[in-house]
Protein backbone atom coordinates (compact mmCIF):
# COMPACT_ATOMS: atom_id res chain seq x y z
CA UNK A 1 0.00 0.00 0.00
CA UNK A 2 2.53 2.01 0.69
CA UNK A 3 4.51 0.89 -2.14
CA UNK A 4 1.20 2.14 -4.62
CA UNK A 5 0.78 5.36 -2.67
CA UNK A 6 4.18 6.05 -3.25
CA UNK A 7 3.99 5.11 -6.70
CA UNK A 8 0.86 7.68 -7.24
CA UNK A 9 2.42 11.38 -5.98
CA UNK A 10 2.93 13.46 -8.80
CA UNK A 11 6.63 14.00 -9.89
CA UNK A 12 7.77 17.94 -9.85
CA UNK A 13 8.88 19.45 -13.24
CA UNK A 14 13.02 19.99 -13.99
CA UNK A 15 13.96 23.28 -12.63
CA UNK A 16 15.08 25.94 -15.64
CA UNK A 17 18.66 26.72 -15.45
CA UNK A 18 18.79 28.71 -18.72
CA UNK A 19 22.41 27.09 -19.24
CA UNK A 20 21.42 26.44 -22.83
CA UNK A 21 20.70 29.97 -23.19
CA UNK A 22 24.59 31.11 -22.41
CA UNK A 23 26.68 32.52 -24.95
CA UNK A 24 30.13 33.72 -24.75
CA UNK A 25 30.70 37.71 -25.83
CA UNK A 26 34.17 38.49 -26.43
CA UNK A 27 35.77 41.21 -24.61
CA UNK A 28 35.46 44.99 -25.81
CA UNK A 29 38.75 47.30 -25.41
CA UNK A 30 37.83 50.43 -26.92
CA UNK A 31 35.20 50.92 -24.10
CA UNK A 32 38.79 50.88 -21.53
CA UNK A 33 40.77 53.15 -23.77
CA UNK A 34 38.24 55.60 -24.31
CA UNK A 35 37.62 55.66 -20.49
CA UNK A 36 41.43 55.98 -20.05
CA UNK A 37 41.58 58.88 -22.72
CA UNK A 38 38.73 60.80 -21.12
CA UNK A 39 40.48 60.52 -17.90
CA UNK A 40 43.94 61.14 -18.91
CA UNK A 41 42.22 64.61 -20.55
CA UNK A 42 40.39 65.45 -17.76
CA UNK A 43 43.46 65.36 -15.53
CA UNK A 44 45.66 67.14 -17.87
CA UNK A 45 42.89 70.01 -18.13
CA UNK A 46 42.86 69.75 -14.21
CA UNK A 47 46.58 69.98 -14.49
CA UNK A 48 46.54 72.96 -16.88
CA UNK A 49 44.08 74.89 -14.94
CA UNK A 50 46.29 74.25 -12.07
CA UNK A 51 49.21 75.22 -13.84
CA UNK A 52 47.52 78.47 -14.79
CA UNK A 53 46.20 79.84 -11.20
CA UNK A 54 49.36 79.15 -9.22
CA UNK A 55 52.02 81.99 -10.02
CA UNK A 56 54.92 81.38 -12.26
CA UNK A 57 57.45 84.15 -11.06
CA UNK A 58 57.48 86.84 -8.99
CA UNK A 59 53.91 88.87 -10.17
CA UNK A 60 53.78 92.56 -11.25
CA UNK A 61 51.49 94.39 -12.56
CA UNK A 62 51.21 95.23 -16.25
CA UNK A 63 50.43 98.86 -15.92
CA UNK A 64 53.79 99.09 -13.61
CA UNK A 65 55.89 98.50 -16.20
CA UNK A 66 57.03 99.54 -19.81
CA UNK A 67 57.26 97.14 -22.28
CA UNK A 68 58.93 97.77 -26.36
CA UNK A 69 59.52 95.53 -29.14
CA UNK A 70 63.22 94.93 -30.31
CA UNK A 71 63.58 96.81 -33.64
CA UNK A 72 66.01 97.01 -36.74
CA UNK A 73 66.67 100.90 -37.17
CA UNK A 74 69.50 103.91 -37.70
CA UNK A 75 71.06 104.83 -34.76
CA UNK A 76 71.90 107.95 -33.96
CA UNK A 77 75.18 108.37 -32.42
CA UNK A 78 74.02 111.59 -30.30
CA UNK A 79 72.99 112.52 -27.00
CA UNK A 80 70.66 115.68 -26.20
CA UNK A 81 71.99 116.89 -22.53
CA UNK A 82 70.43 119.75 -20.50
CA UNK A 83 72.90 122.50 -19.93
CA UNK A 84 73.15 125.93 -17.68
CA UNK A 85 74.14 129.28 -19.30
CA UNK A 86 77.02 130.75 -17.57
CA UNK A 87 79.13 133.46 -17.93
CA UNK A 88 82.44 132.58 -20.19
CA UNK A 89 84.76 135.09 -17.73
CA UNK A 90 84.37 135.64 -14.37
CA UNK A 91 85.71 137.74 -11.33
CA UNK A 92 85.34 136.79 -8.00
CA UNK A 93 84.88 139.22 -5.40
CA UNK A 94 86.54 137.73 -1.94
CA UNK A 95 87.19 140.05 1.09
CA UNK A 96 90.94 140.97 1.42
CA UNK A 97 90.06 143.08 4.21
CA UNK A 98 87.79 142.61 7.58
CA UNK A 99 85.79 145.85 8.98
CA UNK A 100 82.01 146.90 8.88
CA UNK A 101 80.29 148.12 6.02
CA UNK A 102 79.91 151.37 6.40
CA UNK A 103 78.38 152.34 2.58
CA UNK A 104 77.22 150.78 -0.14
CA UNK A 105 77.13 152.34 -3.67
CA UNK A 106 76.02 149.01 -6.05
CA UNK A 107 73.41 146.64 -6.30
CA UNK A 108 73.03 142.82 -7.26
CA UNK A 109 72.58 142.91 -11.10
CA UNK A 110 73.84 146.25 -11.91
CA UNK A 111 76.60 147.35 -14.12
CA UNK A 112 79.71 148.69 -12.93
CA UNK A 113 82.81 150.19 -15.07
CA UNK A 114 86.51 149.29 -13.69
CA UNK A 115 87.35 151.31 -11.20
CA UNK A 116 83.67 152.27 -9.91
CA UNK A 117 83.57 152.16 -6.00
CA UNK A 118 81.26 149.40 -4.70
CA UNK A 119 81.51 149.73 -0.84
CA UNK A 120 83.58 151.15 1.74
CA UNK A 121 84.45 149.64 4.92
CA UNK A 122 85.89 150.45 8.40
CA UNK A 123 88.40 149.35 10.69
CA UNK A 124 90.39 151.58 12.93
CA UNK A 125 93.21 149.10 13.91
CA UNK A 126 93.93 149.20 10.26
CA UNK A 127 93.82 153.18 10.36
CA UNK A 128 95.89 153.05 13.55
CA UNK A 129 98.30 150.99 12.26
CA UNK A 130 99.27 152.98 9.08
CA UNK A 131 99.70 156.38 11.82
CA UNK A 132 102.52 154.55 13.32
CA UNK A 133 104.28 153.16 10.03
CA UNK A 134 103.98 156.82 8.70
CA UNK A 135 105.47 157.95 11.87
CA UNK A 136 108.25 155.53 11.40
CA UNK A 137 108.85 156.12 8.52
CA UNK A 138 109.26 159.98 9.00
CA UNK A 139 111.61 159.25 11.87
CA UNK A 140 113.72 157.32 9.55
CA UNK A 141 113.76 159.87 6.69
CA UNK A 142 114.97 162.45 9.42
CA UNK A 143 117.67 160.23 10.89
CA UNK A 144 118.61 159.80 7.24
CA UNK A 145 118.70 163.26 6.36
CA UNK A 146 120.57 163.95 9.72
CA UNK A 147 123.48 161.26 8.77
CA UNK A 148 124.13 162.76 5.39
CA UNK A 149 124.57 165.91 7.04
CA UNK A 150 127.11 165.16 9.41
CA UNK A 151 128.73 162.68 6.44
CA UNK A 152 128.98 166.05 4.62
CA UNK A 153 130.44 167.85 7.39
CA UNK A 154 132.89 165.11 8.08
CA UNK A 155 133.75 165.25 3.63
CA UNK A 156 134.27 169.16 4.03
CA UNK A 157 136.56 168.57 6.64
CA UNK A 158 138.61 165.75 5.22
CA UNK A 159 138.59 168.02 1.73
CA UNK A 160 139.84 171.37 3.77
CA UNK A 161 142.60 168.72 5.84
CA UNK A 162 143.50 167.42 2.05
CA UNK A 163 143.82 170.89 0.81
CA UNK A 164 146.23 171.70 3.42
CA UNK A 165 148.62 169.26 3.33
CA UNK A 166 148.76 169.10 -0.23
CA UNK A 167 149.34 172.31 -0.01
CA UNK A 168 152.54 172.19 2.58
CA UNK A 169 153.42 169.05 0.76
CA UNK A 170 153.95 171.84 -2.65
CA UNK A 171 155.83 173.91 -0.32
CA UNK A 172 157.85 171.36 0.61
CA UNK A 173 158.59 170.26 -2.46
CA UNK A 174 159.47 173.95 -3.70
CA UNK A 175 161.46 174.66 -1.06
CA UNK A 176 163.63 171.27 -1.36
CA UNK A 177 164.04 172.10 -4.86
CA UNK A 178 165.50 175.53 -3.84
CA UNK A 179 167.41 173.61 -1.10
CA UNK A 180 168.95 171.20 -4.25
CA UNK A 181 170.13 174.12 -6.22
CA UNK A 182 171.56 176.13 -3.38
CA UNK A 183 173.55 173.07 -2.53
CA UNK A 184 174.75 172.64 -5.75
CA UNK A 185 176.26 175.54 -5.71
CA UNK A 186 177.77 175.50 -1.96
CA UNK A 187 175.72 178.00 -0.26
CA UNK A 188 173.72 175.43 1.99
CA UNK A 189 174.59 172.31 3.69
CA UNK A 190 174.37 168.93 3.13
CA UNK A 191 172.50 168.53 6.81
CA UNK A 192 170.26 171.45 5.39
CA UNK A 193 169.24 169.56 2.45
CA UNK A 194 169.02 166.33 4.12
CA UNK A 195 166.36 168.25 6.07
CA UNK A 196 164.28 169.66 3.69
CA UNK A 197 163.91 165.59 1.62
CA UNK A 198 162.62 164.51 5.23
CA UNK A 199 160.36 167.75 5.28
CA UNK A 200 159.42 166.67 2.11
CA UNK A 201 159.17 162.97 2.58
CA UNK A 202 157.24 163.43 5.49
CA UNK A 203 154.76 165.92 3.93
CA UNK A 204 154.32 163.43 1.22
CA UNK A 205 152.73 160.89 3.98
CA UNK A 206 150.93 162.69 5.76
CA UNK A 207 149.07 163.54 2.41
CA UNK A 208 148.77 159.80 1.66
CA UNK A 209 147.70 158.24 5.22
CA UNK A 210 145.13 161.38 4.57
CA UNK A 211 143.95 159.97 1.44
CA UNK A 212 143.93 156.47 2.77
CA UNK A 213 141.56 157.32 5.86
CA UNK A 214 139.17 159.44 3.64
CA UNK A 215 138.80 156.50 1.26
CA UNK A 216 137.96 154.30 4.19
CA UNK A 217 135.49 156.58 6.04
CA UNK A 218 133.79 157.27 2.59
CA UNK A 219 133.40 153.39 2.07
CA UNK A 220 132.36 152.90 5.56
CA UNK A 221 130.05 156.18 5.04
CA UNK A 222 128.78 154.50 2.12
CA UNK A 223 127.52 151.53 3.64
CA UNK A 224 125.78 153.26 5.89
CA UNK A 225 123.95 155.20 3.28
CA UNK A 226 122.90 152.02 1.51
CA UNK A 227 121.75 150.28 4.75
CA UNK A 228 119.74 153.42 5.80
CA UNK A 229 118.73 153.30 2.01
CA UNK A 230 117.46 149.65 2.15
CA UNK A 231 115.85 150.46 5.60
CA UNK A 232 114.03 153.15 4.08
CA UNK A 233 113.04 151.35 1.67
CA UNK A 234 111.77 148.40 3.14
CA UNK A 235 109.77 151.09 5.86
CA UNK A 236 108.07 152.73 2.41
CA UNK A 237 106.99 149.30 0.80
CA UNK A 238 105.01 148.57 4.64
CA UNK A 239 103.90 151.71 4.51
CA UNK A 240 102.46 151.05 1.09
CA UNK A 241 101.31 147.84 2.30
CA UNK A 242 99.58 149.11 5.01
CA UNK A 243 98.08 152.29 2.74
CA UNK A 244 97.22 149.64 0.43
CA UNK A 245 95.30 147.56 3.17
CA UNK A 246 93.23 150.79 3.82
CA UNK A 247 92.80 151.56 0.15
CA UNK A 248 91.22 148.50 0.36
CA UNK A 249 88.86 149.19 2.71
CA UNK A 250 87.31 151.26 -0.20
CA UNK A 251 86.23 148.22 -2.70
CA UNK A 252 86.16 148.71 -6.17
CA UNK A 253 84.76 146.89 -9.52
CA UNK A 254 88.25 145.52 -10.65
CA UNK A 255 86.63 144.98 -14.55
CA UNK A 256 83.59 145.98 -16.32
CA UNK A 257 80.82 143.81 -16.26
CA UNK A 258 77.27 142.82 -14.27
CA UNK A 259 77.68 142.93 -10.38
CA UNK A 260 76.13 139.62 -9.70
CA UNK A 261 75.21 137.77 -6.00
CA UNK A 262 76.21 140.84 -4.42
CA UNK A 263 74.00 141.56 -0.97
CA UNK A 264 75.82 143.48 1.17
CA UNK A 265 74.13 145.26 3.72
CA UNK A 266 75.28 148.87 5.86
CA UNK A 267 76.49 147.52 8.99
CA UNK A 268 77.26 144.19 8.17
CA UNK A 269 80.61 142.92 9.56
CA UNK A 270 83.13 141.45 6.50
CA UNK A 271 85.85 138.91 7.31
CA UNK A 272 88.70 138.25 5.50
CA UNK A 273 88.30 135.97 2.50
CA UNK A 274 84.43 136.22 2.52
CA UNK A 275 82.62 135.83 -0.71
CA UNK A 276 81.51 138.99 -1.81
CA UNK A 277 80.03 138.70 -5.30
CA UNK A 278 81.27 138.14 -8.82
CA UNK A 279 81.63 140.51 -12.06
CA UNK A 280 80.23 138.39 -14.54
CA UNK A 281 80.72 139.14 -18.77
CA UNK A 282 77.96 140.43 -20.16
CA UNK A 283 78.91 139.39 -23.41
CA UNK A 284 79.43 135.80 -23.84
CA UNK A 285 78.35 132.85 -22.23
CA UNK A 286 79.28 128.88 -21.91
CA UNK A 287 77.11 126.02 -21.40
CA UNK A 288 77.61 123.58 -18.39
CA UNK A 289 76.21 120.31 -18.44
CA UNK A 290 76.01 117.07 -15.80
CA UNK A 291 76.70 114.34 -18.01
CA UNK A 292 75.75 110.76 -17.26
CA UNK A 293 78.81 108.57 -16.41
CA UNK A 294 78.29 106.19 -19.20
CA UNK A 295 79.36 108.96 -21.58
CA UNK A 296 82.41 109.91 -19.95
CA UNK A 297 84.61 107.82 -22.51
CA UNK A 298 82.91 109.11 -25.09
CA UNK A 299 82.66 113.06 -24.27
CA UNK A 300 85.94 114.61 -24.98
CA UNK A 301 87.58 117.97 -25.40
CA UNK A 302 86.64 119.23 -29.56
CA UNK A 303 83.65 116.89 -29.78
CA UNK A 304 80.81 119.40 -31.60
CA UNK A 305 77.29 120.08 -31.15
CA UNK A 306 74.26 122.09 -31.61
CA UNK A 307 71.60 123.73 -29.58
CA UNK A 308 68.51 125.65 -30.95
CA UNK A 309 66.85 128.97 -29.93
CA UNK A 310 63.91 130.16 -31.42
CA UNK A 311 64.21 127.82 -34.51
CA UNK A 312 67.73 129.18 -35.03
CA UNK A 313 70.91 126.65 -34.80
CA UNK A 314 74.37 127.51 -32.73
CA UNK A 315 77.31 125.33 -32.29
CA UNK A 316 79.01 124.70 -29.64
CA UNK A 317 82.25 122.78 -28.95
CA UNK A 318 83.27 120.38 -25.41
CA UNK A 319 86.27 123.10 -23.90
CA UNK A 320 86.57 121.33 -20.74
CA UNK A 321 86.03 118.13 -19.23
CA UNK A 322 85.23 117.51 -15.53
CA UNK A 323 86.43 113.36 -15.07
CA UNK A 324 84.89 113.78 -10.99
CA UNK A 325 82.06 111.50 -11.09
CA UNK A 326 79.55 112.71 -8.45
CA UNK A 327 76.31 111.10 -8.18
CA UNK A 328 76.65 109.49 -11.15
CA UNK A 329 77.44 112.51 -13.10
CA UNK A 330 80.42 114.05 -14.37
CA UNK A 331 80.42 117.84 -15.45
CA UNK A 332 81.56 119.40 -19.31
CA UNK A 333 81.23 122.59 -20.85
CA UNK A 334 80.93 123.96 -23.70
CA UNK A 335 81.74 127.01 -25.82
CA UNK A 336 80.21 128.89 -28.73
CA UNK A 337 82.18 128.75 -31.76
CA UNK A 338 79.96 130.63 -34.04
CA UNK A 339 78.06 133.49 -32.64
CA UNK A 340 75.45 132.40 -29.45
CA UNK A 341 71.78 133.26 -29.06
CA UNK A 342 71.17 136.92 -28.78
CA UNK A 343 69.51 136.81 -25.64
CA UNK A 344 71.24 134.66 -23.03
CA UNK A 345 70.81 134.99 -19.07
CA UNK A 346 73.28 133.43 -16.11
CA UNK A 347 71.58 130.07 -15.34
CA UNK A 348 69.08 129.70 -18.51
CA UNK A 349 68.73 126.18 -19.52
CA UNK A 350 69.35 124.89 -22.68
CA UNK A 351 69.05 121.38 -24.26
CA UNK A 352 72.49 120.81 -26.35
CA UNK A 353 72.74 117.83 -28.84
CA UNK A 354 76.52 116.40 -28.83
CA UNK A 355 77.85 114.23 -31.85
CA UNK A 356 79.57 111.41 -30.68
CA UNK A 357 79.97 109.40 -33.95
CA UNK A 358 78.27 108.66 -37.43
CA UNK A 359 74.70 107.04 -37.97
CA UNK A 360 74.40 103.16 -38.38
CA UNK A 361 72.08 100.13 -39.03
CA UNK A 362 71.71 98.27 -35.13
CA UNK A 363 69.13 96.45 -33.81
CA UNK A 364 67.52 98.76 -31.38
CA UNK A 365 65.21 99.47 -27.74
CA UNK A 366 64.10 102.36 -26.57
CA UNK A 367 66.28 103.95 -23.51
CA UNK A 368 65.07 103.74 -20.30
CA UNK A 369 66.29 102.99 -16.55
CA UNK A 370 66.89 99.16 -17.25
CA UNK A 371 70.15 99.63 -19.14
CA UNK A 372 71.35 101.42 -16.09
CA UNK A 373 69.89 99.10 -13.50
CA UNK A 374 71.42 96.41 -15.36
CA UNK A 375 74.59 97.62 -16.74
CA UNK A 376 73.54 96.28 -20.24
CA UNK A 377 74.40 92.79 -19.11
CA UNK A 378 70.98 91.18 -19.08
CA UNK A 379 66.93 92.20 -19.60
CA UNK A 380 63.80 91.15 -18.84
CA UNK A 381 62.34 89.30 -22.49
CA UNK A 382 58.05 89.02 -22.26
CA UNK A 383 56.52 86.05 -23.79
CA UNK A 384 52.56 86.92 -23.06
CA UNK A 385 51.69 87.34 -19.33
CA UNK A 386 55.44 85.44 -18.38
CA UNK A 387 58.33 87.29 -17.95
CA UNK A 388 62.17 85.63 -18.37
CA UNK A 389 65.87 87.27 -17.01
CA UNK A 390 67.66 86.81 -20.41
CA UNK A 391 71.77 87.77 -20.68
CA UNK A 392 72.19 90.23 -23.30
CA UNK A 393 75.09 92.88 -24.91
CA UNK A 394 73.77 96.20 -25.39
CA UNK A 395 76.17 98.85 -27.10
CA UNK A 396 75.90 102.51 -27.51
CA UNK A 397 72.94 104.81 -25.89
CA UNK A 398 71.37 107.90 -26.74
CA UNK A 399 68.91 109.82 -25.33
CA UNK A 400 66.15 107.84 -27.32
CA UNK A 401 67.58 104.39 -27.90
CA UNK A 402 70.00 101.47 -26.57
CA UNK A 403 72.03 99.83 -29.84
CA UNK A 404 71.58 95.67 -29.01
CA UNK A 405 74.64 93.54 -30.02
CA UNK A 406 73.52 90.09 -29.17
CA UNK A 407 71.00 87.99 -26.79
CA UNK A 408 67.88 89.12 -28.86
CA UNK A 409 65.94 89.20 -32.39
CA UNK A 410 63.80 91.68 -34.18
CA UNK A 411 60.38 91.70 -32.38
CA UNK A 412 60.90 90.74 -29.28
CA UNK A 413 59.58 92.30 -26.29
CA UNK A 414 61.38 93.75 -23.32
CA UNK A 415 60.73 95.70 -20.28
CA UNK A 416 61.99 98.88 -20.32
CA UNK A 417 61.23 100.98 -17.13
CA UNK A 418 63.29 100.37 -13.55
CA UNK A 419 64.07 96.92 -12.48
CA UNK A 420 64.62 98.16 -9.18
CA UNK A 421 61.17 96.64 -7.91
CA UNK A 422 62.30 93.11 -8.97
CA UNK A 423 65.65 92.99 -10.02
CA UNK A 424 66.54 89.81 -7.95
CA UNK A 425 63.45 87.96 -9.62
CA UNK A 426 64.42 85.14 -12.19
CA UNK A 427 60.92 85.03 -13.53
CA UNK A 428 57.97 87.49 -13.64
CA UNK A 429 54.69 87.16 -14.24
CA UNK A 430 52.76 90.31 -15.29
CA UNK A 431 48.68 90.51 -14.42
CA UNK A 432 46.01 92.69 -15.10
Given at each position: ?????????????P??T?????V??P????RLV???A???A??G???WA??QLV???????A???R??????G??R?????R????PL??II?D?????RVE??F????QTV?K??LL????N???N???LAR?TE???QI???A?L???Q???R?E?????SD???A???A?KQH??N?????QG?IS?VA?E?????L??Q???????KRA????????G?A??Q??S?LH??????????????ALAVRA??DGV????R??V????R???????I?D?????LS?????F???RI?????GR??Q???????????V?PQ???G??S???V?T????P????G?G?D?????G?PA?A?????GA?A??????WV??V???????????L??R????VE??S?L???????????????????????K
Amino acid sequence: MNVQKEAMEPVPPPAVTGAAMDVIVPKRRGRLVLRLALGAAATGLAAWAFWQLVPHGLQVAARDVRIARVEAGVYRDDIVVRASAEPLNSIILDSVESGRVEEVFAKDGQTVKKGDLLFRLSNPQRNLELLARQTEYSQQIFNAANLRVTQEAVRTEHQRRLSDLEFALAQARKQHARNSRLAAQGFISAVALEESSDKLAQQQRALDEEKRAVDTEERVRGRALEQMDSALHGLQSGLQLVSATVEALAVRAPADGVLTDFRLLVGETVRPDQHIGRIDDPNRFKLSAQVDEFYLNRIAVGRHGRVVQDDKSYEVQVSTVYPQIKEGRFSAEMVFTRGQPPVLSPGQGMDAQLTLGEPARALLLPNGAFANDTGGAWVFVVAGENVEKRPVKLGRRNNSQVEVLSGLAPGEQVIVSSYTPFAKAERLQLTK
